[in-house]
C-alpha cells in the first residue's frame, strides 16, 4: 500500500539529485574545459599559465582577508582619547607652567599654546581607521570587478566591511565640511583656513577609484591616496591650532548648525533603512540588507566618536545652556546602537516571527539618535 507513496518520494529526491549534479555540472565546466585543454599543452604554455593562476589565488586570498578581518575596530575607541580629562575647550588659550629662573638668569615667557581640536583629532583617526590600519575595500580591483560581473553589494558575501567603511566615512565627509565652513573660522571676519579647504576637497573624491579605469587609459591616484593627505592636512590644521595660529570656533550657534547637519544626514539613512525594510523584506535572503544595515552601523560609529569629541570642544556652551544631561543620553544611545554586531543580516517583516528584522533595530536606534540631536538644538536655540 506505502509502494506508491515511497516511489512518489524516491522520484522527488532523485529529481532534486539531478538538479544540484546539474548546477554543480554547469559551475565547474568552465574550470574542467580548461585543465583538459592545458593537460594536452607543453609546459612552455602550462607554466605562464600555473603562474597567473597563482597570482588569482594569491589577490583572491588577500581579497578574503581583508574583507574579512577588521583590523582596530573597537566601539568603545572614543576611551582612548581621555576626554573626561580636558578642562578646556578647543581653541582656547591652555595653562602653561614657567619655571623660576635662576640667580642672575632673565625669565623667559612661556610659549603660548591653545587647545587642540578633539573633533578634528577624532576625525583624522577614522580616516587612519579606514585606509591605513584596514584597506580601503571600495577601490580594490577584486572588488570593482563582482562575483562574475555582478556587483558585491548585490551578493551575500565580501561587502560587510566595504558598507562600513563608507558609513564612517560619511560622517568624516560631513564633519569636513562643517570644519571648513563654520567650525574652523569666524564666520564672516575671517577666511577659510586652507589645510582644511584641503583636507575638505580631498574627502570628496569618489570612493571607488583604482590605479587604472574604464574612463581613461592614463594611470590615475587611487582613493585612499586622497583620503590619507586629508587626514595629514587635519593633523596640520590641529597643530597650527595649538600653536594658537588657527581658529577653532566654539560658539553655540556654530554648535547648533553642526548638530543640524548630522541629525539631517542621519535622517536620510533612516529613510535609506525604512524603504529596504518595508518593501524589500526577505528576511536572511534579502542580498541588499546588509550593505544597508552596515552602512547605518558604520555612521554610528563615526558619529559616536565626533559628537562625544564635540562634548568636549563644546563643553563650556553644553553647561552653559544646560544640555548635559541630554548631551549624555544621546551619547550613551549612539554607544548603545553598537552592541547590535549579528552575524548574518536579516530583513524580516516587521510583523514576523520567524525571521527577525535587523533593519528596522538599527533604524529605531538611528530615529532615538536623532530625536536627541533636535531636541538639544531646539534648546540651544531658544
Keep these: 500500500m506505502l509502494d506508491p507513496v515511497v516511489a512518489f518520494f524516491q522520484r522527488i529526491f532523485s529529481a532534486i539529485g539531478r538538479g544540484i549534479g546539474t548546477a554543480v555540472a554547469w559551475l565547474l565546466w568552465p574550470f574542467v574545459t580548461v585543465t583538459n585543454w592545458c593537460r594536452e599543452r607543453s609546459w612552455i604554455i602550462k607554466g605562464p599559465i600555473g ?8 589577490f583572491y586570498a588577500y581579497f578574503i582577508w581583508q574583507t574579512q578581518v577588521w583590523s582596530g575596530f573597537n566601539p568603545d575607541y572614543i576611551n582612548n582619547y581621555n576626554l573626561a580629562q580636558r578642562k578646556q575647550d578647543a581653541g582656547a588659550s591652555s595653562t602653561t607652567t614657567t619655571t623660576t629662573p635662576a640667580a642672575g638668569e632673565i625669565a623667559e615667557p612661556a610659549p603660548k599654546t591653545c587647545v587642540r581640536s578633539a573633533i578634528v583629532d577624532v576625525t583624522a583617526d577614522l580616516i587612519d581607521y579606514n585606509v591605513n590600519q584596514n584597506a580601503w575595500i571600495s577601490s580594490m580591483l577584486l572588488y570593482k570587478l563582482g562575483l562574475f560581473g555582478l556587483d558585491w553589494d548585490r551578493t551575500p558575501w565580501f561587502d560587510n566591511k566595504a558598507a562600513f567603511q563608507r ?77 594658537c595660529d588657527a581658529i577653532f570656533d566654539g560658539r553655540s550657534d556654530n554648535l547648533i548648525e553642526f548638530l543640524d547637519r548630522i541629525s539631517n544626514d542621519i535622517g536620510s539613512t533612516s529613510a535609506i533603512i525604512r524603504e529596504r525594510s518595508e518593501f524589500h523584506n526577505g528576511g536572511w535572503f534579502d542580498t541588499r540588507a546588509d550593505d544597508r544595515f552596515w552602512f547605518a552601523y558604520g555612521q554610528l560609529y563615526g558619529y559616536y566618536g565626533i559628537l562625544s569629541a564635540a562634548g568636549a570642544d563644546f563643553d563650556a556652551v553644553i553647561k552653559a545652556r544646560g544640555i548635559e544631561p541630554l548631551w549624555t543620553e544621546s551619547i550613551k544611545q549612539l554607544r548603545s546602537a553598537l552592541n547590535i554586531q549579528p552575524a548574518i543580516i536579516s530583513n524580516g517583516r516587521e510583523d514576523g516571527w520567524i525571521m527577525p528584522t535587523h533593519l528596522a533595530t538599527i533604524g529605531f536606534y538611528i530615529l532615538r539618535v536623532r530625536s536627541n540631536l533636535v531636541e538639544m538644538r531646539d534648546v540651544l536655540a531658544r
Design 51 to 58: 603562474i597567473g593562476v597563482l597570482l588569482l589565488v594569491g
Design 167 to 243: 558609513g564612517v566615512n560619511q560622517t568624516v565627509r560631513r564633519t569636513a565640511v562643517e570644519l571648513v565652513d563654520a567650525l574652523g573660522r569666524v564666520r564672516g571676519t575671517s577666511g577659510i583656513n586652507a589645510d582644511l579647504q584641503r583636507a575638505r576637497g580631498n574627502m570628496q573624491f569618489d570612493e571607488e577609484t583604482w590605479y587604472f579605469g574604464s574612463d581613461s587609459l592614463l594611470p590615475k591616484t587611487p582613493t585612499p591616496n586622497y583620503y590619507r593627505t586629508a587626514m595629514a592636512d587635519l593633523r596640520k590644521f590641529n597643530a597650527s591650532l595649538e600653536a
